[in-house]
């Protein structure tokens, strides 16, 4: 079988087994598995040799099972086969001890596999402590202006006066009863009714180190729990112009484990609060430019806005001689939208126009409503009709459109749509 032929157990492991590098993929490892299947099954092979290819071929189903489950590739991954022993039956309940499948094929004493590239007795350490994952909550104003935030931190640290064993001095810890010393143990766990799945859990006894220690002869400092809780003040800085998503890293800041080469980051990432005033598009910003019918008809030039870092937006409208504003119209400040990271240069701001025409009664005196009037363009030419009818009117709600039934009792409903069609009286 190709990939099986090394000279020595370190170049042994469940990847060569199948000839598959360890970054193939579910459906590469399946057709290495099959292909090895069809040439080592037992029946195949004459029969001085079915020995030799019954074991490869339990071989490679066991490899099979592992790598193509992900999560018992990721657990093999991470603690090699060592994950995988203690139960009766192997993982799936197969039956197979690979040392002695392993054994028998390269006609050597494994010692519990030791020498397999990682796939040792034992779990094996980590070499980075998990990363801390939190969201932060900021204000439009502090993105757009930045921020530097001061806080205390409470992180687990390698207990200084035990290294980390939980054990006073002289003290070894010895090996877990419950999981013989691998730190983790096979479960059964049932999915369905009548269905039953096994899988591995760290072990609770030792907290996945596979050591435990006597009570009598636990670090007084960290009573066995190999590490004790550090004050620490931190600091938060936002750049200005961050956004949402982003994250903000503060390396190695994350709780300590014990036998872990490098301690992992805190991660904050950033969500942004919703805003009174503005609305965030990338590095725009808008917001409603709120004006009266006088200053939409003849023109104003005063502060509109207050920016999120405290200044007067001050504009001048008309800035041709003769323009109107409308309601709805569109206008846009350059450099006034939200600053670009590591960058002087800023988006744009847009103003949509909101016009506040007068209260009710505003125009009481018939006087100035004709001065007005006069002032004002002329409507259009009357429609000329030979048939007149007066109308009275109500203010309505647009959401009502298209709701009414003129059949009366409830909404309209499309007659074809229904599925109905026009029905005939009963006679």
């Known amino acids: 079988m190709d990939g099986m032929n090394g000279s020595s157990a370190d170049q042994i492991d469940l990847y060569e ?13 399946k057709k290495a598995y099959h292909k090895a299947a069809l040439a080592n099954h ?51 309940g197969m039956g197979v001890n ?53 806080f205390s931190s409470t992180k687990n640290v390698i207990c200084s006066k035990c290294s980390g064993s939980g054990a006073k001095e002289g003290v070894d810890p010895r090996e877990c009863a419950t999981c013989k010393g691998q730190g983790v143990r096979q479960v059964v ?17 030792c907290e996945g180190t596979g050591k435990v220690v006597n009570p009598k002869d636990k670090c007084k400092k960290c009573k066995g729990k190999r590490t004790t809780e550090e004050k620490k003040q931190l600091e938060l800085y936002i ?76 504009l001048t409208h008309p800035q041709v001689e003769g323009e109107i504003m409308r309601p709805g119209q569109v206008i846009k400040v350059q450099g006034e939208g939200m600053p670009y990271k590591k960058s002087d240069a800023k ?40 048939v007149v009818d007066e109308a009275t009117w109500e203010d309505a709600d647009p959401e009502e459109f298209g709701k009414g039934d003129p059949r009366g009792g409830g909404p309209w409903v499309d007659e074809d749509e229904a599925g109905d069609g026009p029905q005939c009286a009963t006679q």
Do not use: W
């Open 17 to 29: 087994i199948l000839s598959v590098d360890k970054g193939a993929s579910k459906s590469e490892i």
């Open 347 to 386: 988006g744009d701001l847009y103003l949509i126009v909101d016009i506040q025409f007068p209260e009710d009664g505003f125009f009481s005196d018939p006087a100035a409503v004709e001065a007005l009037r006069k002032l004002l363009p002329p409507p259009e030419a009357p429609i000329k009709t030979d």
């Open 189 to 205: 766990q049932q999915v369905g009714p009548g269905m039953l799945t096994q899988r591995l859990v760290e072990c609770s006894a």
């Open 98 to 150: 690979m040392e002695d499948i392993l054994g028998g094929l390269f006609g050597m004493n494994m010692g519990g596999m030791g020498g397999m590239g990682g796939m040792g007795r034992g779990p094996q350490r980590p070499r980075r402590s998990p990363d801390e994952n939190q969201k932060y909550e900021v204000s439009l104003e502090d993105l757009y202006k930045g921020k530097t935030v001061r």
């Open 239 to 314: 750049p200005r112009g961050a956004k949402e998503g982003d994250k903000i890293v503060l390396e190695g800041e994350a709780d300590q484990i014990p036998g872990a080469e490098q301690t992992g980051d805190i991660i904050f990432h950033l969500i942004e609060q919703p805003h009174d005033v503005f609305n965030r598009a990338g590095p725009d910003l808008q917001a409603t430019l709120e004006i009266t019918l006088a200053e939409a008809l003849t023109g104003f030039s005063r502060v509109v806005i207050t920016h999120l870092d405290g200044r007067g937006i001050s």
């Open 42 to 92: 037992p029946d195949k092979v004459p029969a001085d040799q079915r020995e030799a290819a019954e074991a490869r071929f339990k071989a490679a189903s066991q490899a099979y099972e592992i790598l193509y489950d992900d999560q018992k590739r990721q657990l093999y991954d991470t603690h090699g086969m060592a994950a995988f022993e203690g139960g009766a039956g192997g993982p799936g």
